[in-house]
Protein backbone atom coordinates (compact mmCIF):
# COMPACT_ATOMS: atom_id res chain seq x y z
CA UNK A 1 0.00 0.00 0.00
CA UNK A 2 1.23 3.44 -0.83
CA UNK A 3 -0.52 6.79 0.40
CA UNK A 4 0.49 10.60 -0.99
CA UNK A 5 -1.33 14.05 -0.54
CA UNK A 6 -0.78 16.99 -3.03
CA UNK A 7 -1.73 20.65 -3.29
CA UNK A 8 -2.27 22.92 -5.92
CA UNK A 9 -2.88 26.60 -6.31
CA UNK A 10 -3.71 27.57 -10.11
CA UNK A 11 -4.45 31.18 -11.08
CA UNK A 12 -6.11 31.99 -14.50
CA UNK A 13 -6.18 35.99 -15.00
CA UNK A 14 -9.05 36.95 -12.32
CA UNK A 15 -9.67 33.17 -11.65
CA UNK A 16 -8.19 30.76 -9.11
CA UNK A 17 -8.59 27.49 -7.59
CA UNK A 18 -6.95 25.54 -4.83
CA UNK A 19 -6.70 21.67 -5.60
CA UNK A 20 -6.48 19.04 -2.74
CA UNK A 21 -5.97 15.06 -3.71
CA UNK A 22 -4.93 12.11 -1.29
CA UNK A 23 -4.56 9.02 -3.23
CA UNK A 24 -4.48 5.49 -2.74
CA UNK A 25 -2.65 2.95 -4.22
CA UNK A 26 -3.36 -0.98 -3.32
CA UNK A 27 -1.76 -4.84 -4.78
CA UNK A 28 -2.61 -7.67 -4.07
CA UNK A 29 -0.76 -10.84 -5.67
CA UNK A 30 -3.06 -13.58 -6.14
CA UNK A 31 -0.19 -16.00 -7.39
CA UNK A 32 2.64 -15.73 -9.14
CA UNK A 33 0.53 -15.51 -12.78
CA UNK A 34 -2.26 -13.26 -10.66
CA UNK A 35 -2.50 -10.01 -9.35
CA UNK A 36 -4.77 -6.93 -8.47
CA UNK A 37 -3.59 -3.57 -8.37
CA UNK A 38 -5.67 -0.03 -7.46
CA UNK A 39 -5.64 3.59 -7.34
CA UNK A 40 -8.02 5.54 -5.96
CA UNK A 41 -8.37 9.26 -5.24
CA UNK A 42 -10.01 11.70 -2.93
CA UNK A 43 -10.75 14.85 -4.78
CA UNK A 44 -11.19 18.19 -2.95
CA UNK A 45 -11.49 21.89 -4.06
CA UNK A 46 -11.55 23.56 -0.86
CA UNK A 47 -11.47 27.21 -3.03
CA UNK A 48 -12.56 28.40 -6.31
CA UNK A 49 -14.12 31.07 -7.97
CA UNK A 50 -15.24 29.08 -10.38
CA UNK A 51 -18.95 28.30 -9.12
CA UNK A 52 -20.53 25.74 -7.69
CA UNK A 53 -21.52 23.71 -10.40
CA UNK A 54 -17.77 23.32 -11.43
CA UNK A 55 -16.61 22.54 -7.44
CA UNK A 56 -19.16 19.74 -7.58
CA UNK A 57 -17.85 18.56 -10.69
CA UNK A 58 -14.31 17.94 -9.48
CA UNK A 59 -15.06 16.84 -5.82
CA UNK A 60 -15.28 13.18 -5.40
CA UNK A 61 -14.09 10.00 -5.17
CA UNK A 62 -12.59 8.45 -8.11
CA UNK A 63 -11.02 4.82 -9.42
CA UNK A 64 -7.83 5.97 -11.68
CA UNK A 65 -7.18 2.21 -11.81
CA UNK A 66 -8.56 -0.99 -11.09
CA UNK A 67 -6.77 -3.36 -13.06
CA UNK A 68 -6.52 -7.68 -12.80
CA UNK A 69 -3.24 -8.58 -14.34
CA UNK A 70 -2.90 -12.11 -15.51
CA UNK A 71 0.44 -13.65 -17.07
CA UNK A 72 0.06 -17.13 -17.86
CA UNK A 73 3.72 -17.47 -20.17
CA UNK A 74 6.45 -15.03 -20.86
CA UNK A 75 4.92 -14.01 -23.53
CA UNK A 76 1.48 -13.71 -22.89
CA UNK A 77 0.04 -11.03 -20.84
CA UNK A 78 -3.64 -10.11 -20.11
CA UNK A 79 -5.00 -6.80 -17.92
CA UNK A 80 -8.43 -6.27 -17.38
CA UNK A 81 -8.86 -2.45 -16.17
CA UNK A 82 -11.73 0.30 -14.93
CA UNK A 83 -11.08 3.49 -14.60
CA UNK A 84 -13.73 6.80 -13.25
CA UNK A 85 -11.15 9.00 -13.45
CA UNK A 86 -12.29 12.48 -15.20
CA UNK A 87 -8.65 13.30 -15.60
CA UNK A 88 -7.74 10.38 -17.47
CA UNK A 89 -6.59 10.39 -21.20
CA UNK A 90 -4.98 7.33 -23.13
CA UNK A 91 -1.59 7.44 -23.02
CA UNK A 92 -0.06 5.02 -26.43
CA UNK A 93 3.63 4.59 -24.53
CA UNK A 94 2.26 3.27 -21.57
CA UNK A 95 3.69 -0.38 -20.85
CA UNK A 96 0.58 -2.50 -20.09
CA UNK A 97 2.22 -5.40 -19.05
CA UNK A 98 3.57 -3.56 -16.35
CA UNK A 99 1.78 -2.88 -13.61
CA UNK A 100 2.67 -0.15 -10.87
CA UNK A 101 3.51 -2.50 -8.21
CA UNK A 102 5.28 -5.52 -10.80
CA UNK A 103 8.74 -4.21 -10.49
CA UNK A 104 8.75 -3.74 -6.40
CA UNK A 105 6.71 -6.25 -4.77
CA UNK A 106 5.66 -8.93 -7.34
CA UNK A 107 8.99 -10.08 -8.06
CA UNK A 108 10.05 -13.99 -8.02
Known amino acids: MNHSFS ?3 SAMGNNGIALGVYTNKIGYKFSDKLDFQMETSFVNLPYSTLGDSFNKSINGI ?3 SAR ?11 SIEFSNSPFNYYNRYRSYGRGFY ?3 FFRN
Do not use: H, W
Not at 68 to 78: A, C, H, I, T, V
Open 62 to 64: YIE
Open 7 to 9: MSY
Open 68 to 78: LNYQPSEDFNM
Open 102 to 104: RDR
